[in-house]
């Protein structure tokens, strides 16, 4: 049974920093890229953050501006996502993913139940 089951959400006022986890199960971790996403109300879900999995090689949306940072750690099947110098804006669930190109071009994607992230005063 494949599992992605985020924690570490909750209510954070500007300027705070939140680390978010993700622990999976079922598949085979270190064959899949890991990236966070993120939806606000009212908005679309986008993506926030990747790292691959052969060299661990990230890449960042454009609006976390060097606030948030990617890891994984292999050997226990976790991702996690630091955040750092929260906003309002950043309010959204976030929710974990994992995605691996197969043979003959298959696409395999996985997704969490995501966590609550509120940034308010």
């Known amino acids: 049974q494949v599992q992605l089951v985020e924690s570490g959400g909750g209510l954070v006022q500007p300027g705070g920093s939140l680390t978010l986890s993700c622990a999976a199960s079922?598949?085979?971790?270190?064959?899949?890229?890991m990236s966070w996403y993120r939806q606000a109300p009212g908005k679309e879900r986008e993506l926030v953050a990747t790292i691959t999995s052969v060299l661990g090689r990230t890449n960042y949306a454009d609006s976390m501006k060097g606030r948030f940072t990617i890891s994984r750690d292999n050997a226990k099947n976790m991702v996690y996502l630091q955040m750092n110098s929260l906003k309002p804006e950043d309010t959204a669930v976030y929710y974990c993913n994992a995605f691996r190109l197969g043979l003959h071009g298959n696409e395999y994607m996985y997704w969490g139940q995501g966590t609550q992230v509120t940034v308010s005063s």
């Open positions: 079922g598949f085979t971790f270190s064959s899949y890229a």
